[in-house]
């Protein structure tokens, strides 16, 4: 019988693999080739972030038009915009990407946007990041709710096929969008706030009610929001783990908001307000750890499908109903 690293490099060989999100900033091409890292983890799908509501929403379009030209030029990444397009990647060797945005500022309040994001490869976009936006809260900000211009983007969110995602949300603003949205919602990255009480992570009754409409809840590896700056895959296990106790493995997946620069800062003390983020700049767990987080949910007791479906599983299922 395999001990449970041995097994946990094996589920690891043989699953889809899917990291929901990568949180660096695009700058040029050089930020780009940092996507080796993924793909040297084993990563066969990763959601890379584009744009978020700190940088004009003019810098979106510029940075997918610079990731969708050194995309091209790959030999073994590749942008897909289907389930059976992952999944073909994923049989020829090939990482798969797809892009999002965090915070719908990159709408610039035109509805139209959010077709037109797709089209150029978006497929998961969060409402709002940590401030509050034209269409709702953020969690670091006076929750104001979702708006009548949220609602509306939800809708359309709805029909073209892409992830809602809650992530650096407001609480009521979340609750209000599961209500609304006619498909699965998701927490790319999002920990549980009673394994580690942070306002950007998220309380019992978010996760759950994203489980009950058949969304999907990512565990990140930041360390502020794990706790104690502590980016062991140990520690991810436990957040992992404390969603499988409250939600049902079936709702489990991985965020880990991996950034290779320091380009971020965190020096803007509006998104990042200091007694949130006391220590500056972030740890964060890397994408090699997931063959050892593997066998940590394996002591854990889990089962081995069960961690397959954490792996990437999980969200390719909420994918294929979500994505046109």
């Not at 889809?16 to 780009?32: N, P, T, Y």
């Not at 999944?87 to 892009?99: C, S, Y």
């Amino acid at each position: 019988m395999l001990e449970n690293n041995q097994l946990a490099n094996v589920v690891h060989a043989n699953s889809l693999v899917w990291d929901a999100h990568a949180g660096f900033e695009l700058i040029d091409e050089r930020d780009l080739k940092t996507l080796s890292v993924w793909r040297d983890a084993g990563v066969n799908y990763l959601s890379v972030n584009v744009g978020y509501d700190v940088r004009h929403w003019s810098t979106t379009v510029k940075n997918l038009a610079l990731a969708r030209r050194w995309i091209d030029k790959q030999a073994d990444i590749v942008l897909v915009g289907t389930v059976a397009e992952l999944d073909a990647a994923h049989a020829a060797g090939l990482m798969a990407i797809t892009f999002d945005i965090e915070g719908m500022c990159a709408l610039n309040g035109s509805i139209d946007m959010v077709k037109f994001y797709y089209d150029l490869g978006v497929r998961q976009m969060a409402f709002a990041y940590n401030l509050n936006n034209a269409v709702g809260g953020g969690c670091h900000d006076k929750d104001i709710g979702l708006t009548g211009f949220g609602r509306e983007v939800i809708g359309e969110m709805n029909n073209v096929g892409m992830f809602i995602d809650c992530s650096h949300t407001g609480y009521r603003t979340t609750m209000e969008a599961m209500e609304v949205s006619k498909a699965p919602v998701v927490f790319s990255h999002s920990n549980p706030r009673v394994v580690h009480d942070h306002e950007r992570n998220i309380w019992d009754d978010q996760a759950l009610a994203c489980a009950a409409g058949g969304g999907v809840v990512g565990v990140n590896g930041i360390g502020v929001f794990l706790g104690d700056d502590d980016v062991s895959s140990a520690t991810m296990a436990k957040h992992i783990m404390y969603y499988v106790h409250l939600i049902g493995a079936g709702h489990v997946g991985i965020g880990i908001d991996y950034e290779i620069s320091d380009s971020s800062g965190l020096d803007n003390t509006d998104f990042w307000p200091p007694e949130q983020y006391p220590g500056g700049a972030e740890s964060c767990a890397a994408p090699s750890q997931l063959p050892e987080i593997a066998a940590n949910l394996l002591a854990e007791g889990l089962k081995e499908e069960e961690v397959v479906g954490i792996f990437g599983g999980n969200f390719r299922r909420v994918a294929k109903e979500v994505w046109a």
